[in-house]
């Protein structure tokens, strides 16, 4: 019995080594983003860096402890390396840390709160009422995450206009059209910046909270 119980403890000490390995991973900043990022589809090395503001090495070596705990795998494409999550599960757990950080941390609400009391005079439009407009045809929907993400997964009969690109695409617009804008999910601020961009421009525009994913798994 002594033994059985040796093999025993020695084997939920290597589970849990194994458990921490994915713990440890997840405790960088930059790395969840990084993993945020991915969830919306596959970058290259350099697209990472420029959506990050960091250096190509720092995201290189931050891609690296992830690949090492099989979070992420790559691709190449000429001279370009392409990462993207190595799994759905990946993206369904990085789902549920969110959830679990918004219920167990008050400062994750009070940073959206935050946030919508700067852009107070954004109006957010429910899932339930952007289809119903859409299928009336009186309402335009805008991605405006890079096209690269759009292609990857995106709203039906939702259009793709990059946030660089809203300027000039809103110049071929009537002024009596109506908007909604979407990006990476609840606390993604370009959304917020974008529709209060064009309601100063002159448009009745409105904010879908939810993301891609939300969107297309409730």
């Known amino acids: 019995m002594m033994e059985e119980a040796k093999i025993a403890e020695l084997y939920k000490e290597q589970l849990f080594l194994q458990y921490a390995r994915i713990g440890k991973c997840l405790s960088s900043e930059r790395r969840l983003e990084l993993l945020s990022l991915l969830s919306n589809g596959p970058k290259a090395v350099e697209t990472l860096a420029h959506q990050t503001g960091m250096s190509v090495a720092n995201v290189s070596r931050h891609l690296q402890i992830l690949l090492d705990a099989n979070l992420v795998r790559f691709t190449k494409k000429g001279t370009y390396v392409i990462y993207c999550l190595a799994s759905p599960v990946v993206a369904e757990f990085l789902a549920s840390l969110w959830k679990i950080s918004e219920h167990q941390l ?24 952007v289809q119903k407009q859409m299928e009336k045809g009186n309402l335009l929907v805008l991605d405006i995450r890079p096209r690269e993400e759009y292609e990857t997964a995106h709203i039906e009969g939702a259009l ?39 309601q100063k421009k002159g448009f009745q525009a409105y904010r879908i909270e939810e993301g891609v994913r939300d969107w297309l798994t409730s």
Request: proline share 6%; with cysteine.
């Open 160 to 198: 793709s206009v990059p946030m660089e690109e809203l300027d000039d695409y809103l110049q071929g617009l009537p002024q009596d059209t109506v908007i909604a804008a979407y990006c990476r999910g609840p606390y993604c601020v370009y959304t917020t910046q974008a529709v209060e961009h064009m």
């Open 106 to 129: 008050s400062d994750i609400p009070r940073l959206k709160q935050d946030i919508n009391q700067h852009y107070n005079r954004v109006r957010t439009i429910s899932k339930e009422d």
